[in-house]
């Protein structure tokens, strides 16, 4: 009966010449849509041969499964979502969302030739992190800053400048994994650098710091626990008394603040979040950050602090390699525009998001909600607790709502499958056996896409 069937499959010829797929090439490349034509066959062939299949389709199915082919292969692969999640820092998304301003700047300077590292006052070279410099040694209160193209790069960049050859104290509680198995004493091992570990897990003294200090320490180091807690019966050693230890002994101070904040959170319900501000008031010599956390704006390693240190890594060969893009810095200069004209909390989409009160996100939730039951949706308003991020403040949650949809007889499972199967995939969460749209992360005007796509999935 196989071979039956495998005679019954038509040429690719034949199926090219079909007026259907013939008017595919007015969509689509010639050569996508051919390597379709096979693509499809070659499925069908093997399905048969593995005798999980009926007879073959008629060639109207073919021809519509050729379409559903060359669509998918014509798809950007990097394309946009609607993130239905709650998440607003969801690393596997992209993070933080650029600000319409930010992101305007962005698609200018591609666009055009631009002053990436022309001085247009002095008619010659310039630097290309002069266009933010400025604007975050203003914000902070440091002498000087740098960029480079994130925080992992940032630490790689001061340890290779600042340790290599010598010993690191670090506390036994801040040995992080950055996240993607990037863990600090491999960057430090990476670097030339040899990791001193002092304290516990739980408990690290000033003294525990001052006794490993030997003829090889090169810099003291204090990791910001942004992506776990320890909890309970802990210690830790304050910037500004590591910061005073590094002063008395003629030693530098690093901190990797991970996420890094230019604001205090704590009002939003974000607990424990220091801000750059305090940790170089309190005398750390340089502090490192990544823009594209709780800054809000795109992925970059912000290096702050004294221009003595940071005069090392601009001068250090690793700099060059580690160095952000035109693109980074235009979005960068316009996230940080934000706070000087302090409009951060509103303009920029991860602060507007982390800023919305439970009765709005309630409101939102409802409207969603609303729209859905008009188009047949089986569906309810529930309270939910948002996580922030993956690989920032993940232990912290904030109040929340969400729509929950209940599956047809497909269950939820194939519900969530086929909305994140669409073209512009939208992404929920599963629980209780209900598809759940976290009103957080939604936009407004995403809201018909949304309803239209349920009506479509649970047809």
């Known amino acids: 009966m196989n071979q039956e069937y495998l005679r019954a499959i038509p040429k690719v010829d034949e199926l090219l010449r079909e007026p259907s797929v013939q008017a595919l090439t007015e969509k689509y490349p010639a050569r996508t849509v ?52 709650g998440v607003v820092l969801h690393t596997n998304m992209g993070r933080a969302c650029l600000s319409e301003r930010a992101a305007e700047a962005a698609k200018n300077v591609a666009r055009s030739y631009n002053t990436l590292e022309y001085d247009v006052e002095g008619g010659c070279r310039g630097h290309r992190c002069a266009h933010v410099e400025g604007l975050l040694t203003r914000l902070i209160g440091a002498e000087s800053a740098l960029v480079v ?28 994994e950055i996240g993607g198995s990037f863990r600090v004493p491999e960057i430090m091992e990476t670097c030339g650098a040899r990791l001193r570990e002092v304290g516990t897990t739980n408990k690290t003294r000033l003294g525990d710091y001052e006794k490993a200090i030997g003829p090889d320490t090169r810099a003291l180091m204090k990791v910001h626990t942004s992506n776990f807690r320890v909890v309970g019966f802990t210690q830790a050693v304050p910037p500004a008394e ?29 607990r424990d979040e220091p801000t750059v501000q305090e940790s ?15 800054l809000g704006g795109p992925q970059a390693g912000i290096i702050v602090g004294r221009e003595e240190v ?12 580690v160095r952000v893009d035109k693109m980074t810095l235009a979005a960068l200069e316009a996230t940080l525009r934000a706070y000087v004209e302090e409009t951060a909390e509103t303009e920029l989409p991860t602060l507007a998001m982390l800023a919305q009160s439970p009765e709005t996100l309630r409101m939102r ?15 309810e308003v529930v309270p939910e607790e948002d996580q922030v991020g993956g690989g920032s403040v993940p232990t912290q949650t904030l109040p929340s709502f969400a729509v929950a949809v209940t599956p047809g007889h497909d269950g939820v499972d194939a519900l969530e499958t086929a909305m994140r199967l669409r073209e512009r995939p939208i992404i929920g969460r599963v629980a209780h056996d209900r598809y759940l749209l976290d009103a957080r992360t939604l936009r407004e005007d995403e809201f018909s896409c949304i309803v239209d796509a349920l009506r479509e999935c649970l047809r």
């Open 34 to 85: 051919t390597d379709a034509v096979r693509a499809v066959l070659e499925d069908l062939r093997r399905e048969i041969l593995a005798g999980g299949r009926e007879p073959p389709p008629d060639k109207a199915a073919l021809c519509a499964a050729v379409e559903a082919v060359a669509r998918r292969d014509t798809l950007p692969s990097l394309r946009s979502v609607i993130n239905g999640t």
């Open 242 to 270: 590591l910061a005073a230890l590094g002063r008395s002994r003629g030693l530098p101070v690093i901190e990797d603040l991970g996420s890094g904040s230019l604001l205090n959170l704590a009002r939003l319900g974000l």
């Open 365 to 379: 939730a409802q409207r969603l909600c609303a729209l859905a039951r008009e188009a047949g949706v089986d569906a």
């Open 310 to 321: 940071l005069s090392l890594l601009r001068e250090h060969p690793l700099y060059r390699a």
């Open 149 to 176: 193209n994130n925080n992992a790069a940032a630490v790689l960049l001061i340890l290779s400048a600042m340790a290599e050859g010598g010993e690191v104290i670090v506390s036994r509680g801040e040995l992080v």
């Open 280 to 294: 170089v008031a309190a005398g750390i010599d340089v502090v490192c950050f990544s823009g594209d956390k709780l």
